[in-house]
């Protein structure tokens, strides 16, 4: 047993793997292709006694709501199939997630909100997490509030028991832990975008930061935790 557990301290990091030629186009500029998931957040992993976790609805809409669990599980599920691409350089190809679409999730959920005037949504996460996205892209048909990761529940760290999947911009979007979402008239930038972030984050426009580049080193992602 001891010996195992040397073994597994003195075990060399998995070599980056270079995208395959056939991926080419799916990977955009500056990032590299892993098979690993690398695990990033700010602060502790939250608990929950998931009969007591609730997702908030509010801010400019007709009427504010809560939703449990259970509720969102009775919702119209939906698979999507995507790849994904943190702004610390990693992309991983071919994810699998499960959960509802966030378009379903405003008709089915009767989410009410004045058309012509809500541009804009910030999703409220634990620890003290918060990112805000154009409603239009949220509207578009792969974006998730996933549950499943793989064919299996997410796991604490990846973000259960909800987190956002929002494939087309870069990671720190898909905000773990989710605790509500708020319809807003004016954007105001959350977390990562108040801190040098892009506040739009597209990858293939390599919209990193807001200003100068904030000094990333380039293998960073390579020394964290992952499964
Ligand atoms: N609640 C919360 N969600 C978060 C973060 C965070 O710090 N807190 N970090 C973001 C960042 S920077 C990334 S890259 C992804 C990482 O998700 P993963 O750990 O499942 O790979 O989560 C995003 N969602
Ligand atoms: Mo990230």
Request: aromatic share 14%; net charge negative; hydrophobic share 35%.
């Amino acid at each position: 047993m001891l010996d195992k557990a040397e073994r597994l301290k003195k075990a060399k990091a998995l070599p980056v793997k270079e995208a395959d030629q056939h991926l080419e186009g799916r990977l955009p500029p500056g990032q590299f292709a892993t098979e690993r998931f690398p695990i990033l957040h700010e602060g502790d992993v939250p608990e929950y006694d998931i009969e007591k976790w609730e997702l908030r609805v509010f801010g400019e809409v007709e009427e504010a709501k809560t939703f449990s669990f259970a509720e969102l599980m009775a919702l119209p599920q939906t698979r999507i199939n995507c790849d994904i691409h943190c702004v610390t350089r990693w992309s991983k190809f071919d994810t699998v997630w499960e959960g509802v679409l966030f378009r379903d999730f405003l008709s089915a959920a009767g989410i009410h909100y004045d058309k012509e005037s809500i541009r804009y949504v910030m999703f409220h996460a634990d620890s003290d997490y918060e990112t805000n996205v154009p409603l239009d892209d949220l509207l578009q048909d792969n974006i998730l509030l996933a549950h499943t990761y793989n064919g299996k529940p997410l796991t604490d760290k990846h973000g259960w028991p909800l987190r956002l999947v929002i494939p087309h911009l870069y990671f720190w979007k898909s905000a773990k832990w989710l605790t509500g979402i708020e319809f807003m008239k004016e954007d105001r930038p959350g977390f990562w975008e108040r801190n040098g972030f892009h506040n739009y984050a597209d990858p293939f426009r390599e919209q990193r930061f807001s200003g100068e580049a904030l000094p990333i080193p380039e293998d960073e992602w390579t020394k964290k935790e992952y499964d």
